[in-house]
């Protein structure tokens, strides 16, 4: 496997993900916490870092110590801070270079540049530039404004590069990398989806024995392509609960549950409406009612547990952004970033924690769950938030307005996969407001609720544009809502992108 060693760079995770789809797996650790370097570790990438190696207190590491036993390979901070270490010089960019830059020069031998043409393009965001390499370093490849954009040391396989072979806007980025994990680092590439069900069931396996697991279902892909991995090693001591808690879209319940039991899992529908339903009673405000919902779920999941004898491990879909160590360059401290699944349960079970995905990216997920056959149903799925539509009814919630948005959001998801636009959007629903209007029907005067759809593009959720759906989709949308959805005469599409708006309005 090969280590990346994280310096605090928005791009480290791109990183890995790259590597990953060249079948090669691999692992983010903070600079702070390098682990042992066995002979199972063929090589060490340096991330890119939002510090300055001419600042004192940024980022640093031993060098030598990883020199000595792999090769390594030094992106944008960590090019720079391998060309300090060993003697060269590092200086502010009188020209920061940021964005697009073509090749200009290569040296023909160079193994790390196989196949890239002089002329492609690649990436640059530094505002530091290397202006003296060490003595015993020379340069692979240049830019118009940036002459070392590449070095190697001379008789070593380490290298450092200026630009971010990461991201896709680097052409050849991704060869480059290649290059150095098989030809430099000797990776075979044999990462893939199969090696990595059949690696985790034999785990799997081998740690839970006879014992049985508990874990919450909840219709979404990350809990769904855990639960079949567990269930593959250890079948029916693999107890699933899937709650309904009244705030879920139209017939979702029954079709998960059917799917489910479908798949062979060992699964058990808990219809909790009305516990929730009263929990809610009256609250209006957001994080109220996600922590009503939150509390009530942790109830009633408990209640389920404890039913099931002698339990001894809680199964959870986290995934790998949930658990990288995310490293804070301004001090010494590395904190585990907070996730919002459905964790959060009562100390007293005293469960041990099972996370079969804790290495996967949400790609990686998707891939296993084909790999194992999963229907594209489960896996194509759009994210919905846990509390459900209990934040897509803006104010209090009562069983009559869930069933009102059930309805509405209905005929939206229905038309967005009937219009073949499901896939093209990140995710999509509908929220009833808390506003009437006058409307006409007929030659009856009308004044009922509005709905606002939102649809959304994204790659992760933190940032999101609305999707440009076709006003001939949009149009017949909102005539089916209000010819058929009782108490709506209105609808809204909304047009804000994440940020300065949420993708949820509560
Ligand atoms: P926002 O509204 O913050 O949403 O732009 C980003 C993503 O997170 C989901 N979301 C939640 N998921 N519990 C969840 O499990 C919540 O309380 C929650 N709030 C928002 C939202 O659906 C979107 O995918």
Redesign the pocket.
Known sequence: KIIIIDFGSQYTQLIARRVRELNVYCEIHPFSKIPELDENIKGVILSGSPCSVRDEDSPRIDVDSIISKVPLLGVCYGAQLLAQIKGGNVQASTTREYGRAILTEKSEDNVIFKGIPVDSQVWMSHGDTITQLPGNAHIIASTDSVKVAAFKFDDANIFGIQFHPEVTHSEHGKLLLQNFLVDVCGCSQTWTSDSFVEMTVAELKEQLGDDKVVMGLSGGVDSSVAAMLIHKAIGKNLYCIFVDNGLLRKHEFEEVLESYKGLGLNVKGVNAKDKFYAALNGLTDPEAK?KAIGKTFIDVFDDEAHKIQDVKWLGQGTIYPDVIESVSVKGPSVTIKSH?NVGGLPDYMKLKVVEPLKLLFKDGVRDVGRAIHMPDNILQRH?????GLG?RILGDITAEKVRILQEVDYYFIHGLKEYGLYDQVW?AGAMLLPVQSVGVMGDERTYESVVALRAVTSVD?MT?DWAHLPYEFLGKVSNQIINNVKGVNRVVYDISS?PPA???WE
Request: hydrophobic fraction near 25%; charged fraction near 20%.
């Open positions: 996600r919002h994210p919905f938030p846990g509390p934040i995710q959720g999101a994440k949420t993708i949820e």
